[in-house]
């Protein structure tokens, strides 16, 4: 019996009867699919929520941790921060694609590869042949924000060839002065090899990405396998619809940043079937596994990262959730309402609250915590302690509160357990 490559999208199933569901219905159906509600697969551990969740977003901030490393821990708890970076970058000798190198080279290849997605993110190095539309649409990109000096790319590619991988700093300097956006050539070289599809982001070390050839990172069963833009866009919306459970076209379309018209070209065949959700008032479509059995299961109670594929799109947060969700770090601090890095509190398949964290120490700082009435506040108090705990803090401390009256209860809340 023969299998299908990991990349094939399934053949589509026969069209099912149009299904109507609650807003509660698709919440729960939603919170299942971003591995929130029910028993998660330990034994997968970040490979399996990688793989789950078809994209992982990078983001520069750290606050308690960096937002990749948040988003396992938001749905496995408490994983040392090392086996996550490991779990993404170092070879899976589990998966046959991605064991063994050429024999030229006899390297592992890495588990995963950085792209742009929904931003740039971690992507399952499986899914390689599904961004080809992606870089063939960058290969013809008439313009860009910085000049390509000559023969800097072909220095590049020579240079990584000849020495392995590389960061920019190692490849000649990855800006010309102090300013973030003044890149430097080998910068802006390395940087559209990467785009083109023929350099890889194999790891990040130091926060700095490491560049090596895709020739060498990328098995050359993913390498060579090109797929045209519709198979590459269909499999996309697939593996969208699947990560989301039930989405609109435009939830669809922002996960992994298409456009409108491209989720349109495919989506009768992409496998999804038609839905209709109470109070959405849009079209939407929903993964046929997701409709076979009612989600149940226990609920996570977590902070989650800003930048987590469960918020990232703010209206459909707003029409699942009833919460609006906004990163403030880029908001100049006068105009903050919730925090720099204000963090949303799930528990109970529910947005009850948010966090603005920092770190002073062994102590996690609440700087400011907003919650939803008094019920939230045994969430918010163990979702703080796990936190603390996952980053080494034995203590908290809460700042400010948006309700002053919840105080006590918060602070007795995170005594009674801290003692």
């Known amino acids: 019996m023969t299998s299908s490559p990991p990349h094939a999208t399934p053949a589509p199933r026969p069209p099912a009867p149009h299904t109507q569901l609650s807003a509660d219905e698709a919440r729960r159906i939603a919170l299942r699919a971003q591995g929130f509600l029910g028993t998660p697969n330990r034994k997968a551990g970040v490979r399996g ?157 130091g926060w700095k990405r490491v560049y090596d050839l895709a020739e060498r990172a990328i098995p050359a069963t993913l390498l060579h396998d090109e797929l045209d833009d519709t198979e590459c866009l269909r499999r996309l919306v697939r593996l969208a619809g699947q990560s989301l459970g039930v989405g609109t ?77 906004r990163l403030e770090a880029y908001v100049p601090k006068p105009k903050r309402v919730y925090g720099y890095f204000a963090m949303p509190v799930l528990a109970g398949g529910h947005l009850v609250g948010r966090v603005d964290p920092a770190r002073e120490g062994n102590t996690l700082v609440a700087r400011q915590v907003s919650l939803n009435g008094p019920r939230a506040v045994p969430a918010v108090a163990q979702a703080l302690l796990e936190a603390a705990s996952w980053v080494n803090c034995t203590n908290v401390r809460v700042e400010r509160m948006d309700a002053p009256d919840l105080r006590t209860p918060l602070t007795r809340e995170l005594a009674q357990t801290l003692s």
């Open 249 to 325: 076209r435009a939830d669809i379309a922002d996960y992994h940043r298409l456009k409108a018209e491209q989720v349109d070209a495919v989506i009768a065949d992409s496998g999804l079937v038609p839905v209709t959700v109470e109070g959405w008032g849009k079209p939407a479509w929903a993964d046929p596994a997701a409709l076979e059995t009612p989600p149940r299961g226990r609920h996570r109670t977590t902070l989650l990262s800003p930048f987590d594929s469960l918020i990232w799109e703010r209206a459909r947060t707003e029409r699942i959730f009833g919460f609006t969700h």
């Open 49 to 205: 929520i990688l793989r789950h969740l078809g994209a992982v977003q990078l983001d520069t901030i750290s606050v308690l941790a960096r937002s990749h490393e948040l988003i396992p821990y938001a749905r496995l708890g408490a994983i040392p921060r090392k086996k996550v970076e490991d779990a993404y970058w170092a070879p899976d000798p589990t998966n046959p694609q991605t064991a063994l190198a050429p024999t030229t080279t006899s390297t592992p290849h890495p588990h995963a590869f950085e792209y742009w997605s929904h931003a740039a993110c971690v992507l399952p190095v499986e899914e390689w042949p599904h961004f080809a539309f992606r870089r063939r649409a960058y290969r013809s990109r008439p313009q860009w924000n910085h000049d390509l000096p000559p023969d800097a790319y072909a220095q590049v590619i020579k240079q990584l060839r000849t020495e392995g991988p590389l960061t920019a700093t190692e490849l000649g300097g990855a800006k010309r002065t102090s300013e973030w956006w003044d890149w430097s050539g080998t910068k802006v070289a390395v940087e559209r090899a990467l785009m083109y599809g023929e350099v890889v982001c194999v790891e990040r070390r």
